[in-house]
């Protein structure tokens, strides 16, 4: 199976929704019609950091996905990128189509000239984190958050 992986368009929503959905599942969280929403109208607002690209196979399904966005690195007086989201479906489940979404936002990085490339993962994935692991390096930060 090949793979190509364009920008989000503003005709993508059901599809783009079905693998919001998978996404969410994988990751047991609660996903609400005014949430997949709120999020889309981000993707498709030009004005708003959030952008993205699907994954298409052959038969024109989508398969896979990966939200990003600009970030300031305030140390290094430039830009990177920043991934929110990658989902592969699980039908596919293939480290071929994650890498082919990495590799297409690195792309779109160097097309923006941003400096680096950041995303992060749960520490029990893995599978997706052997594919990281190839195509990134693993910093020392560790992530916090806390509710506002």
């Not at 949430?35 to 398969?63: E, Q, Y």
């Not at 305030?74 to 596919?92: M, N, P, R, Y």
């Amino acid at each position: 199976m090949s793979v190509q992986v364009r920008p989000l368009g503003d005709k993508d929503f059901f599809p783009w929704l079905g693998l919001l959905e998978g996404y969410s599942e994988f990751n047991k969280s609660d996903l609400t019609d005014e949430k997949a929403l709120r999020v889309w109208s981000w993707i498709i607002d030009k004005n708003h950091d959030l952008d993205g690209a699907v994954a298409v196979d052959d038969n024109g399904d989508f398969v896979g996905f990966t939200l990003y966005r600009a970030f300031p690195r305030t140390l290094s007086g430039d830009v990177g990128l920043f991934i929110d989201d990658l989902f592969v479906t699980k039908a596919v489940g293939d480290s071929a189509v994650s890498k082919s979404l990495l590799d297409f936002a690195r792309d779109y990085a160097k097309a923006h000239n941003y400096r680096k490339l950041q995303w992060i993962s749960t520490t029990d994935d893995k599978a997706t984190r052997k594919l990281y692991d190839e195509v990134g390096a693993r910093t020392s930060w560790v992530t916090y958050e806390a509710e506002v």
